[in-house]
């Protein structure tokens, strides 16, 4: 059974780099087919998708966060990676990470990771 764990700082300050790892267990990263995507809800807000890498390294960005964002994958340790760069009070959010199945489906996600941003 394949499962997803963030890891993340909890707390940053604004301007710094906010960086957020997802280990996955139970399958390989590297799977023909795979999406591995990192999605982020903000206190009071809905779901916002931000990046996804493929199981070949293909990558893809939200247009409006994508000169911040860097998403990148270490298939030794599967894990995928998100750096979010110059980060504000509005980065605040609950961090997921998801498994895209195919079609922009999640179908496995990780329980979530809180981050703040303050001074």
């Known amino acids: 059974q394949v499962q997803l764990q963030e890891t993340g700082p909890g707390l940053v300050k604004p301007s710094q780099t906010l960086s957020l790892t997802c280990t996955v267990s139970?399958?390989?990263?590297?799977?023909?087919?795979?999406?591995w995507t990192w999605v982020r809800q903000p206190p009071g807000k809905g779901l916002e998708w931000m990046a996804q890498?493929?199981?070949?390294?293909?990558?893809d960005y939200s247009p409006s966060l994508k000169s911040r964002t860097d998403i990148s994958m270490d298939t030794s340790k599967n894990q995928f990676t998100l750096r979010l760069s110059s980060v504000t009070p509005e980065d605040t959010a609950i961090y997921f990470c998801?498994?895209?199945?195919?079609?922009?489906?999640?179908?496995?996600w990780g329980q979530g990771t809180q981050v703040t941003v303050s001074s």
């Open positions: 890498i493929a199981y070949n390294g293909w990558t």
């Open positions: 139970g399958g390989s990263i590297t799977t023909s087919s795979y999406g």
């Open positions: 998801a498994r895209d199945s195919g079609n922009w489906f999640l179908d496995i």
